[in-house]
């Protein structure tokens, strides 16, 4: 299993960024995907996750409504388009898996074979 986190960036606040989480050693349809992200001095959070077992998706509070997660399964990426950037997104943005399929609830200790991550920076 392997993952590979890309897409992060500088952004202004109010811009967008598309993450993408590319996948080996398993495909899409095996486990669920989880999007968590670590801001300096903080714990890593969960942020959103796709379920391999009934596609549904789940999302954060603070990111409801302005982060969707998606999939290509031809492909064997999962990505997060992430709208309306604040400077509290600010963080390294890494995916994981959840050999479950379920995807939640959006708990660390669910996920694991965690990616390098990729920085995102939302200036004010």
């Known amino acids: 299993v392997r993952l590979v986190e890309s897409g992060g960036g500088l952004v202004q606040a109010g811009g967008s960024l598309r993450l993408s989480c590319a996948a080996s050693?398993?495909?899409?349809?095996?486990?669920?995907i989880g999007w968590f992200r670590q801001a300096p001095g903080k714990e890593r959070e969960g942020v959103s996750s796709?379920?391999?077992?009934?596609?549904?998706?789940y999302y954060a509070s603070a990111v409801k409504g302005r982060f969707t997660i998606s999939s290509n399964d031809a492909k064997n990426i999962v990505y997060l388009q992430m709208n309306s950037l604040k400077p509290e997104d600010t963080a390294v943005y890494y995916c994981?898996?959840?050999?479950?399929?379920?995807?939640?609830?959006?708990?660390?200790?669910?996920?694991?074979?965690w990616g390098q991550g990729t920085q995102v920076t939302v200036l004010s």
């Open positions: 994981g898996v959840d050999i479950t399929g379920w995807g939640e609830p959006l708990l660390l200790q669910r996920f694991d074979s």
């Open positions: 050693g398993f495909t899409l349809d095996d486990y669920a």
């Open positions: 796709i379920s391999s077992r009934t596609d549904e998706t």
